[in-house]
């Protein structure tokens, strides 16, 4: 009785680490996309540096709201589909262009 116990607490306890590794990628991701995007480069780029990061399967929105870029991302946890969660993370990053130009 105890063993089958035990191997079902192992494989949550996998699934939560599994969990929490993909939420911290999409924080990378997010930051990596608003720090691209704040340095004016061209999308593909802002994208690029998002996806680099990102879990696999990631949406990712990069969009402009005045002087702030702000980029969000979005994945689903790995593992069967009644254990995954929806994962959504947002940078916002200040635009390079508007530094020092409120005169």
């Not at 254990?83 to 990053?93: G, K, P, Y």
Request: contains cysteine.
């Amino acid at each position: 009785m105890a063993l089958p116990v035990l191997v079902a607490f192992s494989m949550v306890l996998v699934w939560a680490l599994t969990a929490a590794a993909a939420l911290i990628q999409c924080v990378d991701a997010a930051r990596a996309g608003a720090r691209a995007a704040a340095r004016q480069d061209p999308p593909a780029v802002v994208s690029a540096a998002a996806r680099a990061t990102a879990p696999d399967g990631a949406r990712i929105t990069v969009r402009r709201d005045g002087d702030l870029v702000r980029v969000r991302v979005e994945a689903r946890t790995p593992g069967p589909d009644a254990l995954t969660l929806d994962l959504v993370e947002e940078a916002t990053a200040l635009a390079e262009e508007t530094v020092g130009a409120g005169g």
